[in-house]
């Protein structure tokens, strides 16, 4: 099946410092979710994007849809504590299947010094 | 506020003893999803229904059942837990249909198996 490439898979930045991590996929996708997972919760969606080259803002964080549809990225700005946690990125494919079935990634555990 | 509500959130069960999850919506979403995860993974969809009509997932274990006697409530009984099923429970929903297709996890439910 569809896999999606994650990265990075840890990263460990300075309070106030700008974070990027992107999803990249060999198979086109027509839709990329971003989630964010406390310990302990369940995830809770970030950001969604539904066409190719889409750049969304949500807050400090700002997401895009790459032009070639296999990939995406977020962007989180001025980090603050309570960005720790893991980030997931999902996608639905365009074709092998259920309209329903998101493919996650292995997520980012994100670590912010305060 | 509409949301997915999953009870209890933490379950400790014996080997062997069946037990039964619970997840709810507000949301009169059409699709409803069971994740198991595990620490550090991503999350893994076990089954999901589109209203009445279930879909199991090919890897998923004869060990775990779901029943949705309606639009609300979901559940998921695992019939002999064995050790490896110790993992985070999530439930999750989406409108389903064309289109816009986000899915809204709740919480989770943390299973401990001793």
């Known amino acids: 099946g569809q896999q999606l490439n994650q990265s990075p898979q840890s990263m460990f930045i300075q309070e106030g410092e700008d974070v990027s991590m992107n999803c990249t996929s060999s198979?086109?996708?027509?839709?990329w979710l971003w989630y964010k997972q406390d310990p302990g919760e369940g995830p809770v969606l970030l950001i969604a994007l539904y066409k190719a080259g889409e750049l969304t803002s949500n807050g400090r964080l700002t997401a895009q849809f790459g032009i070639t549809r296999k990939d995406s990225f977020l962007n989180i700005s001025a980090s603050i504590p309570s960005d720790v946690g893991i980030y997931f990125c999902?996608?639905?494919?365009?074709?092998?299947?259920?309209?329903?079935?998101?493919?996650f990634g292995k997520g980012t555990l994100l670590t912010v010094n305060p | 506020d509409a949301m997915v509500i999953q009870n209890p959130r933490y379950q400790v069960t014996q080997f062997g003893k069946p037990v039964t999850l619970s997840c709810s919506q507000t949301l009169n979403h059409n699709v409803m999803y069971w994740y198991q995860q595990k620490s550090s993974q991503a999350p893994k969809l076990l089954f999901h229904y589109y209203d009445k009509d279930f879909n199991n997932e090919a890897d998923t274990p004869d060990n775990f059942q779901s029943r949705r006697p309606n639009t609300s409530f979901c559940f998921l009984d695992i019939r002999s837990p064995g050790l490896g099923d110790a993992a985070m429970y999530l439930c999750?929903?989406?409108?389903?249909?064309?289109?816009?297709?986000?899915?809204?996890f709740g919480p989770g439910t943390r299973l401990t198996v001793l």
């Open positions: 999902a996608g639905q494919p365009i074709s092998g299947g259920s309209n329903y079935k998101l493919t």
């Open positions: 999750a929903t989406s409108r389903g249909g064309q289109g816009r297709n986000e899915q809204f």
């Open positions: 198979s086109i996708f027509n839709t």
